[in-house]
């Protein structure tokens, strides 16, 4: 593919005098897991459903696998495995006759990758549906999104109802996909989920982007977490001289939030207080999340 798989620009979308989407940018490169995060009503839902050509887009540039969704729908969906967050299904249908059916309404099928995933989900696809728990509806969906040989999957909350083994086999099939060269525009609000399986995230709040790139680059803009563990009289006398750092001390610990540039300078400072047991850690996801949200919010 020539192209990137997903490619928005200034994409506007109102529903009357309401703006859902405010000039939105998102871009899925060929073989990633682009991770896509906002609170609920950021417009993440909307942003797919213009992108699966169920919403027409009110203004902005939209391609899905070079193709516009919003004159073409018909032709973007066969090639998109796509996994809803709410899960509905033929409750009178076996699990093996709605991916029968998912397969036929697709036209293509690749039957020995969906019997591999029935065995490494654990999957009984014999039984019918109205039986599944909440976990075994999403197998169904997964299994067909996976298993269907489509170069894009797109997957809002696709491990909600999994246990943590299932989950694992998730991940482990993600990366398969992308190792074949499929890509992966990841919605969740499970932000370990998101950090452990995407290299890229676009952050949005309220219809408008926060904060899209590399999770490398974005956790670049986030501050470390410091910690130093020493006596409470060493502590004290840290936590003043760090206070324009916000410093939290207690049980034996100090834990401040450092930005990177300001870092050497820190332990610096830490260094010649005489404490030795220091640890640095790289911002998380979350952090990355909540400071930039919190940021948009005022």
């Given amino acids: 593919m020539n192209t990137d798989p997903v490619e928005v620009r200034d994409l506007t979308k109102t529903f009357g005098s309401f703006t859902a989407l405010d000039a939105v940018d998102l871009t899925v490169t ?3 897991v682009h991770g896509f995060l906002g609170p609920n009503g ?9 992108l699966l050509g169920l919403y027409r887009a009110t203004s902005g540039h939209v391609r899905v696998l070079g193709l516009d969704p919003g004159t073409h729908p018909a032709q973007v969906t066969r090639q998109v495995s796509y996994v809803p967050g709410d899960v509905a299904l033929w409750p ?13 309404l697709r036209g293509i099928r690749d039957e020995t990758r969906e019997r591999q995933l029935i065995e490494r989900f654990a999957f009984d696809p014999y039984k019918k549906v109205r039986s599944y728990s909440t976990g075994n509806r999403q197998k169904v ?21 999994l246990d943590p083994l299932m989950e694992q086999v998730f991940h482990e099939c993600v990366r398969e996909a992308t190792a074949t060269g499929r ?7 499970i932000l370990a ?20 790139g590399s999770l490398q680059r974005l956790r670049h803009l986030a501050a470390m977490t410091v910690t130093v563990q020493a006596s409470d009289e060493l502590l004290a006398a840290l936590a003043a001289d760090l206070r324009d750092h916000a410093p939290k001390h207690a049980d034996g610990r100090l834990v401040s939030e450092v930005e990177r540039d300001r870092l050497p300078e820190v332990l610096a400072r830490i260094a010649a207080s005489g404490a030795t047991e ?12 909540l400071r930039h949200y919190a940021v948009a919010a005022r």
């Fill in 141 to 161: 969906l997964l299994i067909a999104a996976l298993a269907a040989p489509t170069p894009l999957l797109v997957l809002d909350e696709p491990t909600s109802g």
């Fill in 42 to 50: 950021a417009g993440k839902s909307t942003t797919i459903r213009i």
């Fill in 193 to 212: 989920e998101v950090e452990r399986l995407c290299t890229e995230v676009t952050i949005v709040s309220d219809g408008r982007v926060v904060e899209s």
């Fill in 278 to 289: 220091v640890t640095v850690a790289p911002a998380s996801l979350e952090s990355l999340f």
């Fill in 92 to 104: 009178n249908l076996t699990g093996a006759q709605v991916l029968d059916l998912l397969a036929g």
């Fill in 30 to 32: 060929p073989g990633s």
């Fill in 183 to 189: 890509s992966v525009l990841l919605s969740s609000h």
